[in-house]
Nanobody, 122 residues
Framework: VQLVESGGGLVQAGGSLRLSCAASGRTFSSYFMGWFRQAPGKEREFVAAMHPGLRPYYTDSVKGRFTISRDNAKNTVYLEMNSLKPEDTAVYYC?????????????????WGQGTQVTVSS
C-alpha cells in the first residue's frame, strides 16, 4: 500500500484545513486508516483512526474539532480539521494497516505516507 498526503498548509488560528490521503491497492476498504502527527521537538502522536463499521477514534485533544472520513470508491481518507490551534502545528502522516494491534501505537501501523506540513499561526 502506498499513501500520498495532500492538503497541508498555513492557516490562522481558528481556521480549517482538510487533509487528504490517496491510497493505492485494490483492498483499501479492508484497511484501518488513520492519522498521526509530529510537532517540532516532540514525539509522533496518534490523531485519529477509523475502519468501516466501527466508530472513529480520536485523541482527546482533537475531539470535537477533527473528523476522519473515507471514500472507498476513491481510495481516499480525509482529516477535516476545524478550530485549529497553534499547538496543532505538525507534520501529519497518513497510516494504514489491516489489523493494527493498538491504534495509538505507531508501531502497530505498517504503511505510512511521506507527511504533509500543517502550520497554524496565532
Amino acid at each position: 500500500v502506498q499513501l500520498v498526503e495532500s492538503g497541508g498548509g498555513l492557516v490562522q488560528a481558528g481556521g480549517s484545513l482538510r487533509l487528504s490521503c490517496a491510497a493505492s491497492g485494490r483492498t483499501f476498504s479492508s484497511y484501518f486508516m488513520g492519522w498521526f502527527r509530529q510537532a517540532p521537538g516532540k514525539e509522533r502522536e496518534f490523531v485519529a483512526a477509523m475502519h468501516p463499521g466501527l466508530r472513529p477514534y480520536y485523541t482527546d485533544s482533537v475531539k470535537g474539532r477533527f473528523t476522519i472520513s473515507r471514500d472507498n470508491a476513491k481510495n481516499t481518507v480525509y482529516l477535516e480539521m476545524n478550530s485549529l490551534k497553534p499547538e496543532d502545528t505538525a507534520v501529519y502522516y497518513c497510516v494504514a494497516d489491516l489489523t493494527p494491534s493498538t491504534l495509538v501505537d505507531q508501531q502497530s501501523w505498517d504503511y505510512w505516507g511521506q507527511g504533509t506540513q500543517v502550520t497554524v499561526s496565532s
